[in-house]
């Protein structure tokens, strides 16, 4: 049985960690720090930690690239497997396993090297997007790829499910290939560096709403910011986030609104975006056709 460490902190890497527990012998599982959440400050688990603690797997989350290169040199494993680790692994500490480290980055390598994949594919209108099992090696997801789990993009599939669908994807692939990558009878393959994009990480202030995009623009601004941090605009000073809405036939100016029979519809440069879920500040997300109906007389238009 392959001997193995898992290195994952979020729940989009709970598949493969339950994959491996399973398929595997998992001898350690690595995770980031707990950190401090909610208004108290309280320390909260990541969820790769607590799903190890089910399994009465070991659990370790060393602080520093150090501490971690110090902890998988003490440990007799195979292979050490990643999914969404976040800390930076140093080039010695790639070498630790025999047969190195192996990264499931939800994307298509070389496209969407980063941070944020997910959200920059849906952002750009990408029809297809994955995951990809690569060989790790110094550098930002540039090492050689093993295979590939492709996918098309659903037309109204959000960042969120659309993670939840590729965390599946990349337990599958797993299972699939990793007995294959420890005996070296695949090879990793060279990434075009020429075709490489960069997956930014995401921020606060490009989630804010331009209704001086296009319809299309828009309607992927918001599926891409959801559920986190989620796409938001300012309406009569006050902050709404806008969880879900499509394009929709109409002529508006831009940021305009408009309430009818067929719903609640914002102008763009091209046409409209219809609004459906939306979320006022300190309220619970709604129908936009309920946040609008105590609303008397024009509804006006966004900050």
């Known amino acids: 049985m392959i001997r193995t460490a898992f290195l994952g902190t979020p729940r989009p890497a709970l598949p493969t960690l339950d994959l491996l527990a399973?398929?595997?012998?998992?001898?350690?599982?690595?995770?980031?720090?707990d950190r401090p959440k909610g208004r108290g400050k309280r320390l909260v688990m990541p969820e790769a930690k607590a799903r190890a603690v089910e399994l009465g797997i070991p659990v370790y989350q060393p602080a520093s690239p150090r501490e971690l290169d110090a902890l998988l040199a003490s440990v007799e494993i195979d292979v050490a497997v990643v999914v969404a680790y976040g800390m930076l692994v140093?080039?010695?500490?790639?070498?630790?396993?025999?047969?190195?480290?192996?990264?499931?980055?939800?994307?298509?390598?070389?496209?969407?090297?980063?941070?944020?994949?997910?959200?920059?594919?849906?952002?750009?209108?990408?029809?297809?997007?994955?995951?990809?099992?690569?060989?790790?090696?110094?550098?930002?997801?540039?090492?050689?790829?093993?295979?590939?789990?492709p996918t098309a993009i659903g037309w109204n599939e959000t960042a969120g499910q659309l993670t939840d669908r590729l965390a599946l994807g990349a337990a599958e692939l797993c299972g699939q290939r990793l007995e294959e990558a420890v005996a070296g009878t695949i090879r990793p393959e060279p990434q075009d560096g020429d075709l490489a994009t960069y997956a930014s990480k995401v921020t606060?202030?490009?989630?804010?709403?331009?209704?001086?995009?296009?319809?299309?623009?828009?309607?992927?601004?918001?599926?891409?910011?959801?559920?986190?941090?989620?796409?938001?605009?300012?309406?009569?000073?006050?902050?709404?986030?806008?969880?879900?809405?499509?394009?929709?036939?109409?002529?508006?100016?831009?940021?305009?609104?408009?309430?009818?029979?067929?719903?609640?519809?914002?102008?763009?440069?091209?046409?409209?975006?219809?609004?459906?879920?939306?979320?006022?500040?300190?309220?619970?997300p709604m129908e936009a056709g309920a946040w609008l109906r105590g609303v008397r007389g024009d509804p006006g238009r966004f900050d």
């Open 22 to 33: 399973g398929l595997t012998d998992l001898r350690m599982v690595v995770t980031m720090p």
């Open 90 to 149: 140093g080039a010695r500490t790639l070498t630790r396993p025999p047969a190195g480290m192996l990264n499931l980055h939800f994307s298509l390598l070389p496209r969407w090297r980063g941070a944020a994949p997910v959200e920059r594919a849906i952002l750009a209108g990408d029809p297809v997007t994955g995951v990809t099992l690569m060989q790790m090696e110094a550098g930002l997801d540039a090492g050689g790829v093993l295979a590939s789990w």
């Open 204 to 284: 606060g202030a490009e989630a804010r709403l331009d209704f001086g995009l296009s319809s299309g623009e828009l309607e992927r601004t918001v599926r891409a910011f959801n559920p986190r941090p989620g796409a938001y605009a300012y309406w009569r000073g006050k902050r709404l986030k806008v969880h879900t809405g499509r394009v929709a036939p109409g002529d508006l100016d831009p940021g305009r609104l408009m309430v009818d029979r067929s719903g609640v519809r914002v102008g763009t440069a091209d046409g409209c975006v219809e609004l459906l879920t939306v979320q006022p500040a300190g309220s619970r």
